[in-house]
């Protein structure tokens, strides 16, 4: 195994951990500043009120991108798998 060999594998991990994060993150980023906008515009403090609304959207994150995110998921998997002879060499 070359260290090319390992930062690219590496690479490649890395880039699909955060593509299966990113929709889930961006949705509760998204909805935290809407209600942070919401919050400054009626003077409203409260800090429980941004739970409920960015649980909402990560889980409706969630059932929207799973499909792809299992797909995803599974291509990997299945290269990893297909090419781990190639990988102890």
Do not use: D, H
Request: glycine content about 4%.
């Amino acid at each position: 195994m070359t260290p090319e060999f390992l930062t690219g594998f590496f690479f490649e991990s890395i880039k699909t951990a955060i593509m299966l994060a990113a929709p889930m993150l961006l949705s509760g980023l998204f909805v935290g500043l809407l209600v942070s906008i919401f919050q400054s515009a009626t003077s409203i403090n409260e800090m429980t009120l941004t739970f409920i609304p960015k649980m909402l959207a990560v889980a409706c994150a969630l059932l929207f991108f799973l499909p792809w995110m299992m797909q995803t998921m599974l291509a990997y998997t299945t290269n990893l798998f297909t090419n781990i002879v190639t990988y102890i060499r």
